[in-house]
């Protein structure tokens, strides 16, 4: 089964610094999805950014962009410019084909004033 | 974009009643909702896969008989929580899918808390 490792429980970074979080999978598919997710303290699950595995480009959102090395297995996330209101819990997730999502235990990233 | 509304956000109920969740997506059909259970400060836990018309699927470990899933619609899914008890107390979050390749959209979860 599909496996989605986040080896950070916690982060912290100063408001208007850089921070990368990190997310390692395990598959044998070649054609899948990765995505991260914030939920902040309402608890409502926001898509940050999404990843098709086809793509050799990384994808960006304004201040969020990841660093997608498939051979690696590895997505993580960073966040430029970090703003009080970045601070949540963050999960990495994979899907493939009709399956459901698969999420990491996700990193609660603090930012500092 | 694509909307996800979840009810009721908050409920208590005593033990041994049952409690319904709704489901729905407002702005497209969705043909498989995902139902997940989350415990304070862990990830999210997929309890079942709802199909419109047919059985759900449930996760190993997870009562059936229990959790009862309803997806009577292609925008209407329900979790009915049977005979809860203090142990049932946790946030549930529904999840629908329209096009993989936006991902999954979530409603914005409900706190049980059974008393």
């Known amino acids: 089964a599909q496996t989605v490792t986040q080896s950070q429980p916690e982060m912290s970074v100063q408001e208007a610094e850089t921070v990368t979080l990190s997310c390692t999978y395990d598959?044998?598919?070649?054609?899948?999805?990765l995505f991260w997710y914030k939920q902040p303290p309402s608890r409502q699950m926001i898509l940050v950014i999404r990843q098709e595995a086809y793509k050799q480009q990384n994808a960006t959102e304004n201040r969020f962009s990841v660093n997608f090395q498939k051979a690696a297995k590895s997505f993580s996330l960073k966040i430029s410019d970090s703003q009080l209101g970045d601070a949540a819990m963050y999960f990495c997730a994979y899907h493939e084909g009709n399956t459901p999502l698969v999420f990491g235990k996700g990193t609660r990233l603090s930012v500092i004033a | 974009g694509a909307v996800v509304s979840q009810h009721p956000s908050r409920v208590i109920c005593k033990s041994g009643t049952s409690v319904k969740i709704e489901c729905r997506s407002l702005d497209f059909q969705a043909t498989t909702m995902f139902w997940y259970r989350q415990f304070p400060k862990q990830s999210l836990m997929l309890m079942a896969t709802s199909n419109e018309g047919s059985k759900a699927t449930y996760e190993q470990g997870v009562e059936k008989d229990k959790f009862l899933i309803n997806h009577a619609s292609l925008t209407l899914s329900t979790l009915t929580v049977t005979s809860a008890h203090p142990e049932d107390s946790s946030f549930y979050i529904c999840?629908?899918?329209?096009?993989?390749?936006?991902?999954?959209?979530f409603g914005s979860g409900t706190r049980l808390t059974v008393v």
């Open positions: 598959t044998s598919e070649s054609d899948y999805y």
């Open positions: 999840s629908a899918r329209e096009d993989t390749s936006y991902g999954y959209t």
